[in-house]
């Protein structure tokens, strides 16, 4: 834009007469800046003719005409014809209009008008301005000259190879290679399109920045819905502040900070990261979560809380980490569980899903609590598989053994049976404990509440038999090859001994209540989830001690 004010100067000071035929060599004018008296060089190496018209005794008009070309510096001005007013300090040229600055900028249009002594262009009809890398397309376009910054107020669109972005208005920083959109932004692109009010965007780097309310949705669908960040569409990266919600069929992820990566399909959430899974109900709460798109997995550390939700007794999960993924065709069964992970995005059937947690595991419902080193969840069976020193609490009952299976149904608890070293354990008062352990315990639930659990294999058992006043008779030790728990009204209601059995009653006066323990008898109260809120606590003491 330098060109435009050596004109300026020119015209001011002298004025040439151009032959009417192309210059071999430029014509060079030296010019005085009247602002600092500096001295600069113009050349005018072309224009077919010249004119000049007089208004009056003060304003004279001076034309050149035909293919006029100019240059300062570095800078070089074309157009068709140009037109000098030396009295309001303007000039103005007409058709193929164009500007090339440094070989960095070029401005073309139809028309031009230039303000000399404020430095201010203003262009219009098909108005165009690129640095190399993206193209301004508008037709009315305001430049000033000094601070290199182009102003639309009457909508443009920027085109950046594959990438196209709109708005009413805009401002262009070509120092910087910064557009500022504003007011009915749209940016499409093959893989993403986006809405906002306000958004800027670099056309050197490709990065556009959020900062507004902005709705992105890729091509199949998926929506994020952000008001800071930026996204990097030369490197298909992104990260957005501000708790954005990115949705995936279904799936949600948010967080105070989420980054995302369309290469390898992985999104990190950190701070108060949540996933939900609107149509398995699993909502997972964490510090940090990793989903990844092509996998169709997530993995939840740092403090992370799955909720499985029903109607009015969610299940509540916490472990030091909780992984999600989906099963591949023939690849589970109950007895030995094997997770090969789908890779196909396309199917987001969430029965098919699987949850593990590692390491602290803990649950809680109204009806069921239960810790326990590690965990399998599959959607496909509905059932919990606790792993390494799990414990069950449910209506009162401690139930222990090797391995634990949960089955449940709606997920509400139906059925669960302990593999091995299976013992369940009632405390009836204080330091009194009815007992029963066996080779394999299964229990039943009716309505999400204990009705009925079977001991079998080597089964032993420990009761406290009362009369029908609810009074202490004595303590009845028996063996059976199956020992049964009949429940009602959410307590235990009697003990029934089936095959082989045998047993000794105490008298209650007689019994010493420390003697009175099965071996392996431990009560572990203090581990219990009392509440949701408890979930955390204690997670790691006594480790190693059941």
């Known amino acids: 834009m330098k060109q435009l004010v050596f004109l300026c100067s020119l015209i001011f000071s002298s004025f040439i007469i151009i032959p009417a035929y192309a210059q071999q060599q430029p014509i ?44 300062e510096e570095s800078t070089f001005f074309y157009c068709d014809s140009l037109v000098i007013n030396q009295k309001d300090n303007i000039l103005e040229a007409f058709g193929n209009v164009h500007i090339n600055d440094s070989d960095t900028t070029n401005i073309y249009s139809q028309y031009m008008k230039y ?63 910064d557009v500022y959109f504003r007011k009915d932004v749209v940016m499409k692109d093959p893989r993403y399109n986006l809405t906002a009010d306000s958004l800027l965007y670099n056309t050197k780097s490709q990065i556009a920045t959020f900062i507004t309310k902005t709705l992105i949705v890729d091509s199949s669908g998926n929506t994020i819905r952000t008001k ?60 940090r979560l990793i989903a990844d798109k092509k996998t169709n997995t997530f993995l939840a550390t740092e403090n992370p809380l799955a909720i499985l939700k029903q109607d009015k007794d969610s299940i509540y999960i916490t472990a030091d980490t909780l992984f999600s993924g989906k099963f591949s065709d023939s690849t589970f069964s109950d007895s030995s569980v094997v997770t ?55 209506n009162g ?57 079977r001991a079998k294999g080597n089964a032993e058992s420990y009761y406290y038999a009362q009369d ?25 209601n009697r003990v029934v001994l089936r095959s082989d059995a045998e047993g000794t009653m105490y008298p209650i006066r007689q019994v010493v209540l420390d003697d009175m323990r099965l071996r392996g008898f431990k009560w572990y109260e203090n581990k219990r989830p009392k509440t949701k809120f408890e979930l955390f606590e204690n997670a790691h003491e006594e480790e190693g001690k059941n």
Request: glycine share 8%; proline share 2%.
């Open 340 to 394: 090969t992970i789908d890779n196909s995005p396309a199917k987001n059937d969430s029965s098919n899903r699987f949850l593990q947690g590692y390491h602290h595991v803990r649950i809680f419902s109204d009806s069921l609590q239960a810790v326990s080193d590690s965990l399998f969840y599959s959607g496909r069976d509905s059932v919990f598989r606790l792993f390494t020193h799990p414990i069950v609490w449910a």
């Open 397 to 453: 009952n401690q139930i222990t053994g090797d391995t634990i299976y949960l089955y449940t149904q709606n997920k509400k608890p139906k059925r669960l049976y302990v593999f091995e070293n299976g013992m369940i354990v009632n405390q009836l008062a204080t330091n009194m404990y009815n007992q029963i352990k066996g080779t394999t315990i299964n229990g039943y639930f009716k309505n999400g509440e204990m009705d009925y659990m």
């Open 228 to 287: 800071d960040g930026f996204y990097d569409l030369a490197n298909h990266k992104a990260q957005f502040g501000k708790r954005p919600v990115i949705q995936n069929q279904g799936q949600e992820i948010t967080g105070n900070d989420v980054q995302f990566d369309e290469v390898t399909g992985k999104s990190i959430a950190t701070g108060n990261a949540v996933y939900k899974d609107t149509a398995q109900g699993i909502t997972v709460i964490g510090n």
């Open 28 to 71: 060079p004018i030296k010019i005085k800046d009247k602002d600092d008296d500096t001295v600069r060089i113009i050349y005018i190496w072309h224009a077919d003719r010249l004119r000049e018209e007089t208004k009056d005794s003060t304003n004279k008009l001076q034309s050149l005409i035909g293919k006029v070309k100019l240059q």
């Open 115 to 177: 303000l000399t002594d404020k430095k201010y262009v203003y262009f219009q009809k098909k108005v165009s301005m690129t640095d190399g890398k993206g193209t301004l397309y508008t037709d009315d376009l305001q430049y000033d000259t000094r601070q290199r910054i182009g102003i639309y107020s009457n909508g443009g669109r920027v085109i950046n190879k594959t990438t196209v972005l709109t708005s009413k208005e805009g401002t262009y920083y070509a120092d910087t290679k």
């Open 468 to 492: 029908a006043n609810k009074a202490l008779v004595g303590v009845n030790h028996s063996t059976a090859d199956v020992i049964d728990m009949i429940f009602k009204d959410k307590a235990l």
